[in-house]
T-cell receptor
Framework: GNSVTQMEGPVTLSEEAFLTINCTYTATGYPSLFWYVQYPGEGLQLLLK?????DKGSNKGFEATYRKETTSFHLEKGSVQVSDSAVYFCALPLSGTYKYIFGTGTRLKVLA | GAGVSQSPSNKVTEKGKDVELRCDPISGHTALYWYRQSLGQGLEFLIY????????KSGLPSDRFSAERTGGSVSTLTIQRTQQEDSAVYLC?????????????FGPGTRLTVT
């Protein structure tokens, strides 16, 4: 069945550093892939998504490319800010269902 | 417009007591999900409602957990005879589109602490 594996955190970076959070998946077919972000004290919110292979999702300076060859959807940002400190979740739907599988989350802490 | 709201935001209860957690989805969203987020863990699917269809309860961890959705809108998650392992953040999400293309909109969660 579908599954998602996300790099463990926490990740601590200095402001303006480059960020990569790895996410790999196993899936039947080519489901949409999502990154959600959870800021402190808040619920999750969609950060970006890609609906088919080779698509690049982007938002707020973050990008992720749907790579079927490596079954990956790594999240990247060229220059992180303190305000990016949050927990990031990779997610995909179970094939043929309305259920979603979320990764365990990666906590990012950005220091000024 | 208003987002998904949940109440209470925090709940502390004694072991063995019953608790009710409430979720108000975004108006017009037909799909509603409950998840549990334990410390250091990902999101655990609990239950799913879609329109007037029978809910998918396959994620409920025990028969102490139940949920209902009245009038296709507000949902209540009930935990009976709470145990310490029930301590977690309970998240509700709604979606207007069923299937793999639908974005989920999450509420801020209810943090449950069982003492």
């Amino acid at each position: 069945g579908n599954s998602v594996t996300q790099m463990e955190g926490p990740v601590t970076l200095s402001e303006e550093a480059f960020l990569t959070i790895n996410c790999t998946y196993t899936a039947t077919g080519y489901p949409s892939l999502f990154w959600y972000v959870q800021y402190p004290g808040e619920g999750l919110q969609l950060l970006l998504k890609a609906t088919k292979a080779d698509d690049k999702g982007s938002n707020k300076g973050f990008e992720a490319t749907y790579r079927k060859e490596t079954t990956s959807f790594h999240l990247e940002k060229g220059s992180v800010q303190v305000s990016d400190s949050a927990v990031y979740f990779c997610a995909l739907p179970l094939s043929g269902t309305y259920k979603y599988i979320f990764g365990t989350g990666t906590r990012l802490k950005v220091l000024a | 417009g208003a987002g998904v709201s949940q109440s209470p935001s925090n709940k502390v209860t004694e072991k063995g007591k019953d608790v009710e957690l409430r979720c108000d989805p975004i108006s017009g969203h037909t799909a509603l999900y409950w998840y549990r987020q334990s410390l250091g863990q990902g999101l655990e699917f609990l239950i799913y409602f879609q329109g007037n269809s029978a809910p998918d309860k396959s994620g409920l961890p025990s028969d102490r957990f139940s949920a209902e959705r009245t009038g296709g809108s507000v949902s209540t998650l009930t935990i009976q005879r709470t145990q310490q392992e029930d301590s977690a953040v309970y998240l509700c999400a709604s979606s207007y589109k069923q299937g793999s293309s639908g974005e989920q909109y999450f509420g801020p969660g209810t943090r449950l602490t069982v003492t």
